[in-house]
């Protein structure tokens, strides 16, 4: 079988028993403002720390449990972390503590952490909560010189404690922490805005309304910036880029125009920190006035306020959190004298550590600019870019099954195109339209409102060009398209390999094809991401939550359910991890009948503590014999008498629903990318007055690899692939697998030698826009 490629078990080289916790006391804080996730991060500290053999403590109240110390600070146990992954805010409290600002008040906080010898820190929380425990950290030596001589430590505890380490993990709704593409409740916080932006756009467009949202975001636009992406909002004010003198004016306009063009909706948001280009505040009620005033439409002032800090965390925030909760006691467990206090960082999709002192410094550079009107120096430590123009014709089609975000992907491609100068066309049902010649020009206004749509509002089908190679370039001749962007799944890859390599045969495929990959199974070589993977991540969590939920009254109950991903297991392992999995099983890791009965075991165990239920995750094609119900039937057998169980197959409830903030704005962003290339492409190719592009890197998939969006011609991506199970030979989630074990209590190895390594915020590259992290 050409292609085919053998399951493997991880082969790990640096395994973390070589950093032994044994002997180590490690305490975790949440300090500063609260954030959806936070109660995942603890988790995984706490269970890490155990795990690896040190004492774990809670410090109740952050720095100010810090300082009050008795009962603020607990010793934790694998048990008391139960049942607060899907927790919003913080479980262990949060509080600002201006005594710990003081001299006085980290000499309390020395002494308290000293009588239980614990010299290593694991703070989350903003950049005034990091800069805190730096300069703890600091003073550590001098704090004890003092106890030492007002006799309240011996010196065997000063000689003991003498080193104190600290590693903080960024948790904020605003995004505004330099050094890491997202901070932990960033996600979730968007999750609220959309969910309240799509509940208001059904009663505004039945009454032909315009509304204006305040969010949250003092100093940072990236809230009001992303969620304005992810609605398709109309204007959007952010504190980074005050609107220049007569903004009034064209703002009016633009109202005017969608009215004009029978739109029903108008959407505005402000940032609450939103000012103008004379340091004025531009407010919810001045816009609404100015609406009402000049226009006369009916406007409504919405401020969502505490709402975004509220609910239960995303996938994405409780896998965010749960990596960097394990990657900050690694760091705290390779920490000597000489290594700087670090956060732990996602930059791309990788975990890194950066000096935490750095990235402080560039987060208040930023704000720096921003008091001193220097706002173009903000936006660029922000991050953004700019684009040419060129004029050509570009189509734009989905393949496969449909993937939430892909409308959002469609709606990016055609509004930069066009923006571009481009003039823009959409194939209907994917390749079989293109052949059918299902193809007409999309403008501006007619993706309106695309972007919290599921589903292809183009239509997309499985069928593959291969048999259809002529009457596709004919098509392509009548309607003189310059490039092809291809939106979809394994078939949308597979479909452009064949129209490549007919290049030889057909002129008219000698154009840019850039694929952008989109699929809830996240299976296509090329990219750790795919679009719509993280929208059905959310379905099966929160299926999850419900299921778990429902066992809280019934103990002694596991759960069996299946997901999608056809021999691909990325659904089932990042799904059992954001949800708290007993066990996942997949077709990448082989698993035989004695696995079977070892995790039998391991839930009969789980019974007798206080974490009386179990949840196990199967995904669909990972053995040809032990399916879903006989899994179900064996673990009901084996576990008659100490727990009963309960069946679930989710099914095709994992591709639909609206798409998750995430989805929608890294399909914006991916898709404008891509649309960036083909610009950049056409005009290298365009000689002699015809586009000709038949060279490797002008057939390209644009996929997330590790921490950059990259190019990457189709070609070379074939020995990546195994085409008889559609699947990449080589997936970075697998490295996931031992870290949900070890959360789970099982005893495994973790491969470490991916893990953050120490970096330079001057090495990383500013922050994005918009989302460009991935889980």
Not at 251 to 256: A, H, T, V
């Amino acid at each position: 079988m050409a292609g085919a490629a053998a399951p493997k078990r991880q082969d790990t080289r640096k395994f973390f028993e070589n950093l032994s916790g044994a002997g180590k006391s490690i305490a975790v804080l949440t300090s500063g403002g609260d954030a959806q996730g936070m109660n995942a991060a603890v988790r995984a500290a706490v269970r890490m720390g155990i795990y690896v053999g040190a004492k774990v403590y809670f410090i109740h109240e952050g720095y100010q449990g810090m300082v009050d110390g008795g009962d603020n600070i607990k010793e934790a146990t694998w048990e008391s972390v139960s049942s607060m992954l899907q927790v919003g805010g913080t479980v262990i409290g949060s509080a600002r503590c201006k005594e710990f600002r003081c001299h006085e008040g980290r000499l309390k906080a020395a002494h308290n952490l000293v009588k239980r010898s614990i010299t290593n820190l694991c703070v989350i929380g903003g950049d005034g909560s990091l800069t805190g425990a730096n300069l703890f950290r600091e003073e550590w030596s001098g704090l004890l010189d003092e106890l030492l001589e007002q006799g309240l430590i011996d010196e065997e505890a000063a000689r003991n404690n003498s080193e104190l380490h600290i590693v903080g993990m960024v948790g904020s709704i605003d995004n505004d922490f330099c050094g890491t593409d997202m901070t932990i409740g960033t996600d979730s916080a968007l999750h609220r805005i959309i969910e309240v932006v799509d509940a208001i756009t059904t009663t505004a467009q039945s009454h032909q309304r315009t509304f204006v949202l305040e969010v949250m975001g003092r100093h940072c636009g990236y809230l009001a910036m992303v969620s304005a992406l992810a609605c398709g909002a109309d204007w959007v004010f952010i504190p980074e880029m005050p609107p220049e003198d007569g903004w009034e004016d064209s703002m009016c306009q633009k109202l005017s125009e969608n009215r004009a063009d029978k739109k029903r909706l108008n959407i505005i948001i402000v940032a609450e920190g939103a000012i103008d280009c004379h340091n004025k505040a531009i407010t919810p009620d001045y816009i609404k006035d100015l609406v009402v005033s000049r226009l006369g439409f009916d406007t409504r002032v919405t401020i969502l306020g505490h709402v975004q800090r509220g609910g239960t965390p995303s996938a994405f925030d409780r896998i965010l959190a749960s990596r960097m909760g394990v990657e900050a006691v690694l760091a705290l467990l390779e920490a000597s004298a000489n290594t700087p206090a670090c956060v732990v960082s996602l930059v791309g999709n990788q975990a890194v550590r950066v000096p935490l002192m750095e990235c402080v410094q560039m987060t208040q550079e930023v704000q720096k600019a921003m008091d001193e009107k220097k706002f173009e120096d903000a936006v660029r430590l922000r991050g953004r870019y700019s684009t040419p123009l060129i004029s050509f014709n570009v189509a734009v089609l989905n393949v496969g099954a449909p993937a939430a975000g892909m409308n959002a992907a469609v709606r990016s491609a055609v509004r930069v195109g066009i923006a571009e100068g481009h003039k823009m066309f959409a194939v209907s049902d994917g390749f079989e339209g293109l052949y059918k010649g299902q193809i007409k020009e999309i403008k501006w206004g007619d993706v309106g409102g695309w972007t919290g749509q599921g589903g292809s509002l183009l239509g997309t089908k499985r069928t593959l060009p291969g048999k259809h190679l002529e009457a596709i370039a004919e098509q392509l001749r009548i309607h003189n398209i310059n490039a092809l962007l291809v939106i979809g799944g394994f078939e949308a890859y597979m479909g452009l390999l064949e129209l490549s390599a007919a290049r030889d045969k057909y002129n008219e495929f000698c154009v840019p094809m850039v694929m952008v990959p989109a699929t809830v199974s996240n299976n296509i070589p090329g990219s750790d991401l795919s679009i719509g993977s993280d929208t059905a991540l959310n379905a099966i969590t929160d299926t999850c939550d419900r299921i778990k939920q429902s066992a809280s009254g019934t103990k002694r109950r596991v759960f069996i359910i299946e997901t999608m991903g056809g021999y691909c297991g990325y659904l089932a392992t990042v799904g059992g991890l954001a949800a708290g999995a007993d066990t996942v099983y997949i077709y990448e890791e082989p698993f035989d009948i004695r696995d079977l009965q070892a995790n039998v075991e391991h839930l009969t165990e789980k019974m007798k503590t206080s974490i009386q239920r179990g949840l196990v995750l199967r995904n669909e094609n990972s053995n040809e014999n032990f399916t879903t119900d006989f899994i179900y039937q064996l673990y009901t057998e084996e576990g008659r008498g100490v727990f009963d169980c309960r069946k679930n197959i989710l099914g095709h409830m994992q591709q639909g629903g609206a798409p998750s903030p995430f989805d929608r704005n890294f399909s914006t962003k991916i898709a404008a990318k891509a649309i960036q290339w083909i610009t950049r492409t056409l005009t290298d190719c365009y000689k002699g007055g015809r586009v000709f592009a038949n060279s490797q890197d002008t057939a390209c998939l644009l996929g997330m690899r590790r921490r950059a969006l990259v190019f990457q011609p189709l070609s070379q991506l074939r020995d990546e692939t195994d085409f008889v199970h559609r699947i990449p030979k080589d997936q970075w989630w697998l490295k996931l697998r031992p870290l949900m074990k070890i959360l789970a209590k099982y005893k495994t190895s973790y491969d470490v030698s991916d893990s953050g390594q120490l970096e330079h915020v001057s090495r990383l590259r500013p922050k994005e826009s918009n989302t460009s992290a991935t889980i």
